[in-house]
């Protein structure tokens, strides 16, 4: 019995499947495993896009407690996560409405765990606190907002002090 490869068996009908010697059991197996292999792809392909972040990330450090941002990355987005190279904690950085800027330490105030995006607010998986976008606890244990860190505009840069505001 000869066989033809998957792609010509997509190409097949009943009728022309019968001059290769080919069943109609053996014709219909192949057709569906050709099926599921390209809704596979077509799956795979749908998940892995959906795991992509929107969140724009900028990876920088720090020199004498200052990290600076250029304004224009936040040219397509109010929003930026900023890791900082040794420094514990992501920072959550926003644009707001007047133009002013807002950064926040992404530490949970009750367990000094870091904290996840989720929406516009943030959660600790630790025991469940949750701070909304301005910093301010919606839900407990956690008691305090989240640390702010003081920013200026210094050009075409955002700088950013990591020291708390008091």
């Known amino acids: ?20 010697n080919m069943h109609r059991k053996d014709f219909i197996k192949g057709s569906c495993g050709v099926c599921i292999a390209l809704s596979s792809g077509f ?3 749908a998940l892995m896009s959906s795991c992509k972040t929107p ?10 407690n200052e990290v600076l941002i250029p304004l224009t990355a936040f040219d397509n987005s109010d929003y930026k996560l900023v890791r900082v190279s040794n420094y514990n904690f992501d920072l959550a950085v926003q644009k707001n409405a007047d133009g002013s800027y807002l950064a926040l330490v992404l530490e949970c105030t009750h367990a000094g765990q870091p904290l996840t995006k989720t929406g516009s607010n943030y959660y600790c998986t630790l025991h469940g606190s949750q701070f909304d976008h301005q910093g301010h606890v ?4 956690a008691e305090k907002d989240l640390t702010q860190l003081p920013v200026k505009i210094l050009k075409e840069q955002l700088s950013i002090h990591l020291t708390q505001t008091t």
Not at 6 to 12: S, Y
């Open 55 to 64: 969140l724009g990330v900028v990876k920088t450090s720090a020199k004498d």
């Open 43 to 45: 799956l795979l392909s």
């Open 1 to 20: 019995m000869h066989c033809p490869t998957i792609p010509t068996i997509l190409l097949l009908t009943s009728e022309s499947a019968t001059r290769f």
């Open 138 to 141: 919606t839900k407990g244990p």
